[in-house]
């Protein structure tokens, strides 16, 4: 199997990233290289099984063992994934270079977001999360402590929350452990088999939050994590691979039979959280005075429009890979985009590209997402969700316009090498997002609709206009988000709970001055008496 090849072959390389010293040709080939041979490899048509156990306790502990399957829509996750770690390591050829410990770690998290992606029972998914969130912890230690002095633009060191990120994405973990909990008392059972249509409500629900605390679509205000550093970091992995692993269960285990289990009355509520979760983020993009300021939600509104499309009845699988597609190499080309500069007008070409795609463009994953999502929403008859979901868009192109031509850092002239990475790492995310034709598992083409075209015009055309008027919008944007963001905010709930120990404390005391003072004899007669006659009247 392709996991049995790439799990050594990245392992190689992060070993050889601990000793890739200047004096160490052969480590620091290896170390390099190994992404982008795994890349390769797992490009080529090999003739391998697509399935792989792993015995990993003895059996009167775990009868069953780990089981990974690595078909098409996990390779295509993979394949973005590799494509965006290779050209993480393009695109930092003039950064100082971040400690050899935070490349081992980037390398074992990719290892273990393949395998999550493979995963095809509990065991082997709750493993392979829980080594996500492990590495990704460590993996932001490690650059925080390469951080230097000045952070420059973004976040500074103290505001980076390690703790915070690690907590958040376990917490993720657990409730799709509770979620999988009857699952695992059976032998055999696995994700891609289990259906929520017959799992309790409880599950489901544990499920659904647990994906959704990967998106990063709920809470509100907290979205996907930043972290302070430098864009095209490693911090781009943390940023995306744990929405990627949400979005890859979302299209394992969900079902249209799931959301009638689920009922209207709880449908109803998820979707209006996450569309107000998306809402949010995208009107504090969009109120910044720089649009790199806001990066926390660069992408929660595309991964909004990919849960409301799954969760209003369009295929599942083939909409999670789409909009993971997007996700890994169009979030990671704009994180690593620098602005663009004086002498780099030009530049603006991979973002706008990648505005279009995000925004539909036939003939790309973008396109297979918008047709779904509103082909699903007419279907459904869901007015006020498709209205919703078009602002959204909206929003989100626009958005990426802006972070399109926003000024940003210049690249170090004569560096021709440099200058070359760079742009061949924008080139390798971009050419890997629209790589149906040659690498079949990918899932195109893309072909649009009727209502997939429609919807890209009015969507490119809205984001334009919408780019264009950012300034004007500000001001009443600002004024939105503050009304918005007061009324979703969670700080009540501390204060509430404060009123209410304080008022039973008051009763309390007020009942014990009464039993206790000078009546207090009358009052212990006057209860012996009402035991007495409760007793002798049974």
């Known amino acids: 199997m392709l996991l049995v090849i790439l799990a050594p072959l990245l392992t190689v390389g992060a070993l050889a990233s601990l000793f890739a010293a200047p004096r160490r040709r052969l480590a620091r080939i290896l170390a390099s290289a190994s992404p982008l041979i795994s890349l390769i490899l797992l490009a080529l048509p090999l003739p391998l099984p697509a399935e792989a156990s792993l015995v990993w306790l003895p059996v009167s502990l775990a009868p069953e063992p780990l089981r990974f399957v690595l078909d098409d829509g996990g390779r295509a996750l993979a394949f973005a994934l590799l494509a965006l770690l290779t050209a993480l ?68 060191p103290a505001d980076i929350r390690p703790v915070a990120a690690l907590a958040l994405n376990s917490l993720g973990t657990l409730l799709v452990l509770v979620a999988f909990l009857p699952a695992l008392t059976i032998q055999g059972a696995a994700p891609s088999n289990l259906s929520l249509a017959s799992a309790p409500v409880l599950s489901q629900l544990a499920l659904l939050a647990g994906i959704a605390l990967r998106l990063g679509v709920f809470p509100p205000q907290l979205a996907l994590p930043r972290f302070g550093f430098s864009e095209g970091g490693y911090d781009v992995l943390v940023r995306l691979v744990p929405a990627a692993a949400g979005l890859r269960l979302l299209g394992q285990v969900w079902s249209p039979q799931a959301a009638v289990a689920l009922g209207a009355g709880w449908m109803g509520w998820i979707v209006a959280f996450m569309c107000l979760s998306a809402f949010l983020g995208g009107v504090r993009w969009m109120v910044r005075h720089s649009a790199r300021s806001a990066q926390t939600t660069l992408l929660a509104a595309l991964l909004a429009l990919a849960g409301l499309a799954v969760l209003h009845g369009a295929p599942p699988e083939p909409v999670t890979r789409a909009a993971g597609l997007v996700l890994l190499l169009g979030g990671g080309l704009m994180l690593q ?73 210049e690249l170090p002239a004569g560096e021709k090498l440099v200058w070359l990475a760079y742009y061949g790492a924008l080139t390798l995310c971009l050419a890997a997002l629209v790589a149906w034709p040659v690498l079949v598992f990918l899932g195109g083409p893309w072909r649009p609709g009727l209502t997939g075209g429609v919807a890209f015009a009015a969507i490119a055309a809205g984001g334009l206009a919408l780019a264009g008027a950012a300034r004007r919008l500000r001001q009443p944007g600002e004024q939105a988000l503050a009304t918005l963001e007061s009324l979703t905010r969670f700080d009540w709930l501390p204060r509430g709970l404060s009123s209410i120990a304080s008022g039973a404390a008051g009763a309390v005391r007020r009942i014990d001055s009464i039993m206790s003072g000078e009546s207090a004899m009358m009052w212990s007669l006057g209860i012996a008496v009402l035991i007495w006659v409760l007793l002798h009247g049974s």
């Not at 395998?115 to 829980?130: I, K, Q, R, V």
């Not at 070409?349 to 929403?377: E, H, M, Q, S």
């Not at 007419?378 to 602002?391: D, E, F, P």
Request: with cysteine; proline share 4%.
């Open 337 to 409: 985009y620098r602005g663009h500069s004086r002498w780099q007008k030009w530049s603006a070409v991979w973002p706008v590209a990648c505005a279009a795609i995000i925004a539909g463009l036939p003939f790309t994953p973008g396109a297979a997402l918008g047709g779904a999502l509103y082909g699903a929403l007419i279907a459904s008859r869901a007015w006020g969700v498709l209205l919703t979901a078009g602002l959204l868009h909206i929003m989100l192109v626009g958005n990426l316009l802006r972070l399109a031509f926003q000024s940003g850092q």
């Open 89 to 156: 390591q393009w695109s930092r050829l003039d950064r100082p270079a971040a400690r050899r410990s935070a490349r081992t770690a980037a390398y074992l998290m990719t290892l273990a977001a393949i395998a999550s992606f493979a995963a095809a029972n509990p065991g082997a998914l709750l493993l392979s999360w829980a080594w996500v969130d492990l590495l990704g912890f460590v993996l932001i230690l490690m650059l925080r402590q390469s951080l230097p002095e000045t952070a420059g633009e973004g976040a500074a």
